[in-house]
Structures are given as structure tokens and as C-alpha cells.
């Protein structure tokens, strides 16, 4: 960790103690947890859940998930009781502990272009693993040797980049994937987020992928402390502010924000 980002991670932690209920924000895949090809073996590194139960007993942090799953698929893999708040859909859809779902409407053009994809990709899958979700399409890549991967991606895109111009429409490019979507991204739900909280709150999150710079941007130009980190076993070009590598990095984060005297 450069000088720099070890003072910028020392700062954000003194600044807990007597502040307003801070906002501890988590991406899951490749940060909660490892990846799997098939997603619902994904469960979170050891401690993690207890780590996080435990901050959630002491009462005084408000924390969410952001995630691009359906957000009802976190709350079995976590395991915590009661739930936690989860953004899903990067963004999209929003689904309360206490089982409240709201999910953002697209516009009727975008939304017959995208019906008609999704029943053309539920056939064939160009190769690649389809994912389909209420609002979006998504190809997956990851698994497949470099050339196979070159060629699902070339097919995907003559797909869904011309369909990109539609109005409310628009592409997401995260790691081994591409996705065609309606609705706001990470960067736009962490903003939401932020907008509910006391004013001064601090703010961190964590997350590994390409879709989740746009809520490290958010992050970063919050009025309060706030810290944004990648959390990832290889380091790469960011606009977070520190570089953390799970599982133990990320046990060591949590761990310290049990002892960060948070008031209640
Ligand atoms: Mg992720």
C-alpha cells in the first residue's frame, strides 16, 4: 500500500468514532465472496458473514449490498438473520430487510427491444453462458479459452451495441462479460443511498469489478469521509482509494470497523 493510501484508510477509520451513522456499502461477487461458474455455489470467505452479523448486532452502521444479481439471491448465500438491505441489478432494483421490493421501469421501446433479445438468447446463447434478468441481458465469457471468449464477445456486441442507441438503453462492460440494461448503474444507487443518510455520514465502498467504479466516483465525491476501495487479488488501473486483497484484507477491514467506536 503506497504512503498515500495507508493515510487516506487511517483517516477514514478515525473519522467513525462520534460521527453520523456510517454507510458500509459491498459489492459480493469477488469481494464478500469467490468466484464460482455456477453462481449459487458462491458462498462468502470464512468469517466474513459472522464478521458482518456482528457489526450488525452492535446497531450503529447502516450496511447494503450492491450488487449486479437479483437481489434476492443474496440474503441465502450471506445467511445473516435479519437480512441486509440489497441493491440489486446493479442498481435497478432495491429490496428492503423486511422483504419491500421496487424495481425501475423502462420505457415501453426500450423495453420491447430487450424482450425480444432475451427470447432470442434464451434460444441460442452464441456460445457463451446467458444469463437473462428482468431487466437485462447479460453474456458471460469467463471459463472459455482467450479465442472462444474473442468470439462469443464479437457476436455479443454485433448484438448489442446497434440495440445500445435505443433510448434507455445502454451497455455494461464488467470483467468476462457484457450487459445490455435498463435502469441506474452502481454509481447511481450509491448516490441514492448516500442521499438517504444523515448529512456528514461517512461512506465506504467495496467492490472488484469495472462496474464498480462508478460507485467509487460516487464515493469519492461524497461531502463526508469517505473511503473507496478496491478490493481484488490483483491490483489494477482504479478510482479507488485504496487496494485491499481478500479474504484476509477484507476480514482485517471489517474486523477493524467492529473497534472503530461507531456511536450507537
Ligand atoms: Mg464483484
Excluded at 171 to 196: N, P, T
Aim: include cysteine; proline fraction near 6%.
Amino acid at each position: 500500500m503506497t504512503s498515500e493510501a495507508a493515510e487516506k484508510l487511517e483517516e477514514f477509520f478515525g473519522a467513525l468514532a462520534g460521527a453520523p451513522t456510517p454507510l458500509l456499502l459491498l459489492d459480493y461477487d469477488g469481494t464478500l465472496a469467490g468466484f464460482r461458474v455456477d453462481r449459487f455455489t458462491a458462498r462468502p470467505w470464512a468469517g466474513v458473514p459472522d464478521l458482518l452479523a456482528r457489526i450488525q448486532r452492535q446497531g450503529c452502521t447502516r450496511i447494503a449490498v450492491v450488487t449486479g444479481r437479483p437481489a434476492a439471491e443474496i440474503a441465502p448465500l450471506l445467511g445473516l438473520d435479519p437480512p441486509l438491505e440489497v441493491w440489486g441489478l446493479h442498481g435497478a432494483e432495491r429490496l428492503y430487510p423486511d422483504g419491500r421490493r421496487e424495481l425501475e421501469e423502462a420505457a415501453p421501446g426500450a423495453r420491447q427491444a430487450l424482450h425480444k433479445l432475451r427470447e432470442s438468447l434464451q434460444r441460442d446463447a452464441l456460445g457463451g453462458l446467458y444469463e437473462d434478468k428482468p431487466n437485462a441481458a447479460v453474456m458471460h465469457w469467463r471459463g472459455h479459452s482467450a479465442r472462444a471468449a474473442g468470439l462469443i464477445e464479437k457476436r455479443t456486441r454485433q448484438r448489442f451495441e446497434p440495440l445500445a442507441q435505443l433510448d434507455g438503453l445502454a451497455l455494461l462492460e464488467f470483467e468476462a462479460g457484457l450487459e445490455l440494461r435498463v435502469g441506474l448503474d452502481k454509481g447511481g444507487a450509491v448516490r441514492e443511498i448516500i442521499s438517504e443518510a444523515e448529512a456528514g455520514a461517512p461512506v465506504t465502498y467495496l467492490g472488484d469489478d469495472l462496474t464498480d467504479e462508478a460507485a467509487f466516483r460516487a464515493v469519492n465525491e461524497a461531502d463526508g469521509p469517505h473511503l473507496s476501495v478496491l478490493m481484488r487479488r490483483e491490483r489494477r488501473e482504479t478510482a479507488a482509494d485504496v487496494w485491499l486483497r481478500p479474504p484476509a484484507e477484507l476480514r482485517g477491514f471489517l474486523g477493524r470497523w467492529l473497534k472503530a467506536g461507531i456511536r450507537a
